[in-house]
């Protein structure tokens, strides 16, 4: 049995996952590892963005439009807008994309801890907290420039490190989002190398968390994440690494040295609020599955009760379908028959209507596979007969790619290869990474067409089922890279392990409506 390789983008080498159900009849998908997007403040008035996970990678953008050096910046979870404050006491919005800094207004009290400072919103009171090595602790009112002075900072009696005059360089609370009824204030100290809690926040009072363990630079940035209350995940930029900091113990953790321009002397660090969209789960929740007879009839059900169906019978084809996908650039349920025509088809209605006609005859019959690549926006068609065929729909202009083959030295490299159906991965517009599955029904096999173009196949395993010739196959796909295959096959609904090739049935179909089941997509919401 073989396994499956990385999805690797030809492009840029990124990774994608393969995930795959626990049990018959239910579908449950771990979350995907959390990535966060960041954006540090270097000491030249750039920003520096880049994601947590590869912090090498990263783009510069000239911060324009304000006077002084700017000290810090965050991101009010009010408004989701990245906010500076300069030298000359100007409060500014910054543009992450453009870097074009808008005057919002200035502070009526002076501050002096100059760039040695720490810089956060309270997400409850909606105001920003600035302090400084200088022990001021200020509290202000963006909209207008007003400011509270609160307590000067000093460890609390008793403390491990009352007595020493603190000097606080960064600043971060917890439940950074828009709504949180509470939220802690923590600091780090860049001389004692320690993280500290600022509590009560107001009136400046410090508690030692713990030692980082690392050698602190007094220009540093401080972030924490949060996804829903008490979900907090802080990191802090120090010199030119990104670090995790663990708020429990302060132990601090290096993820990798931030962009490839170095030195970077980085005072200041948020993140921007990512896109809300749909997890695998919400998208298993929120998607039903549409399925493709032989006798030209659409049949939709759940996944998780596809033993209650609705079927259509679909209009205005000439001949019979022989697949149907969704195709991700504009969300809509293609099909060709066997006369080469391609249609879009309504499965409210079962209406069909003309879109072009292959300008290369496929001859593969019913026996085919069908699915869009999303990253190409082209359809791939391939047949038990071997053809392998890179479509553009809109036109009917076919790309005759290499004919299909089991790769030298695969464990099936001898045998004819019998194609019936074919999935790519990360089926969603403006993917740039993907792979195409297919299923070969004598064999009873997955497998990877890679590279597709090439027709070559890499056998991944066994189904552990009889696979019908007549079957559907298709995968869903979330932007965070869950991938969750599913196919039909005689009446029966199965999960395909996409690392293994394990078939797993989720429950017979109700097959009274219709003979054969051929083609399969899943209709999502969210589309």
């Known amino acids: 049995m073989g396994t499956a390789p990385a999805g690797i983008d030809l492009g840029d080498g990124e990774a994608f996952r393969i995930?795959?159900?626990?049990?018959?009849?239910?579908?449950?998908?771990?979350?995907?590892?959390?990535?966060?997007?960041?954006?540090?403040?270097?000491?030249?008035?750039?920003?520096?963005?880049?994601?947590?996970?590869?912090?090498?990678?990263?783009?510069?953008?000239?911060?324009t439009g304000v006077e002084g050096v700017l000290l810090g910046i965050d991101t009010r979870p009010a408004d989701g807008s990245i906010y500076g404050i300069s030298t000359a006491n100007n409060i500014y919005t910054i543009d992450p994309s453009s870097g074009e800094a808008t005057y919002i207004s200035t502070l009526d009290t002076p501050f002096e801890g100059g760039t040695i400072s720490g810089f956060d919103f309270n997400p409850v009171a909606d105001r920003l907290r600035l302090v400084g090595d200088?022990?001021?602790?200020?509290?202000?009112?963006?909209?207008?420039?007003?400011?509270?002075?609160?307590?000067?900072?000093?460890?609390?009696?008793?403390?491990?490190?009352?007595?020493?005059?603190?000097?606080?360089?960064?600043?971060?609370?917890?439940?950074?989002?828009?709504?949180?009824?509470?939220?802690?204030?923590?600091?780090?100290?860049?001389?004692?190398?320690?993280?500290?809690?600022?509590?009560?926040?107001?009136?400046?009072?410090?508690?030692t968390i713990g030692d980082l363990g690392i050698d602190f630079d007094t220009l540093g940035g401080f972030e924490i994440v949060s996804a829903v209350e008490g979900d907090n995940t802080a990191f802090a930029v120090s010199n030119t690494t990104l670090y995790s900091i663990d708020l429990e113990t302060g132990t601090a953790k290096s993820l990798g040295e931030v962009g490839s321009i170095n030195p970077l002397n980085l005072q200041g660090l948020t993140a921007i609020p990512e896109e809300n969209t749909p997890t695998i789960?919400?998208?298993?929740?929120?998607?039903?599955?549409?399925?493709?007879?032989?006798?030209?009839?659409?049949?939709?059900?759940?996944?998780?009760?596809?033993?209650?169906?609705?079927?259509?019978?679909?209009?205005?084809?000439?001949?019979?379908?022989?697949?149907?996908?969704?195709?991700?650039?504009?969300?809509?349920?293609?099909?060709?028959?066997?006369?080469?025509?391609?249609?879009?088809?309504?499965?409210?209605?079962?209406?069909?209507?003309?879109?072009?006609?292959?300008?290369?005859?496929?001859?593969?019959?019913?026996?085919?596979?069908?699915?869009?690549?999303?990253?190409?926006?082209?359809?791939?068609l391939v047949g038990d007969n071997d053809q392998d065929f890179r479509i553009n729909v809109d036109t009917g202009e076919v790309t005759v790619d290499g004919t299909l083959a089991f790769a030298e030295g695969d464990i099936n490299q001898d045998v004819n290869p019998n194609v019936t159906a074919a999935a790519y991965t990360n089926s969603f517009d403006g993917t740039e990474t993907t792979q195409l599955y297919d299923i070969d029904t004598l064999l009873n096999d997955l497998v990877l067409q890679n590279p597709p173009n090439d027709g070559t196949l890499e056998t991944i395993g066994d189904l552990g089922i009889d696979f019908d010739t007549l079957g559907g196959f298709d995968i869903l796909s979330s932007v965070d890279g869950d991938n969750v295959a599913f196919a039909a096959s005689n009446s029966s609904l199965y999960t395909i392990n996409l690392g293994t090739g394990e078939a797993i049935n989720l429950g017979e179909i109700d097959d009274s409506s219709f003979d054969n089941l051929q083609g399969l997509t899943i209709v999502s919401d969210f589309i």
């Open 19 to 63: 995930t795959a159900p626990v049990a018959a009849g239910t579908i449950e998908v771990s979350a995907s590892t959390d990535v966060s997007q960041l954006v540090a403040l270097n000491d030249d008035n750039t920003l520096v963005s880049f994601d947590s996970n590869n912090p090498g990678v990263s783009q510069f953008t000239d911060i």
């Open 134 to 207: 200088n022990d001021q602790d200020f509290r202000i009112n963006v909209d207008t420039g007003e400011v509270t002075v609160d307590g000067t900072l000093a460890f609390a009696d008793g403390d491990a490190n009352d007595g020493i005059n603190p000097n606080v360089t960064a600043a971060a609370y917890t439940n950074s989002f828009d709504g949180t009824v509470s939220t802690e204030l923590y600091d780090i100290d860049t001389l004692l190398n320690n993280l500290v809690l600022q509590n009560p926040p107001n009136d400046g009072t410090l508690e």
């Open 281 to 380: 789960n919400e998208l298993l929740d929120n998607s039903e599955i549409v399925a493709l007879t032989d006798n030209n009839t659409l049949v939709s059900f759940d996944q998780s009760n596809p033993s209650e169906v609705n079927s259509i019978e679909v209009t205005g084809i000439d001949g019979f379908l022989l697949g149907i996908d969704t195709r991700p650039a504009d969300g809509l349920i293609y099909s060709i028959s066997t006369a080469n025509n391609i249609y879009t088809i309504d499965p409210s209605n079962g209406e069909a209507t003309y879109v072009s006609t292959l300008d290369t005859p496929f001859e593969g019959g019913t026996i085919s596979g069908f699915d869009f690549n999303p990253a190409a926006d082209r359809l791939r």
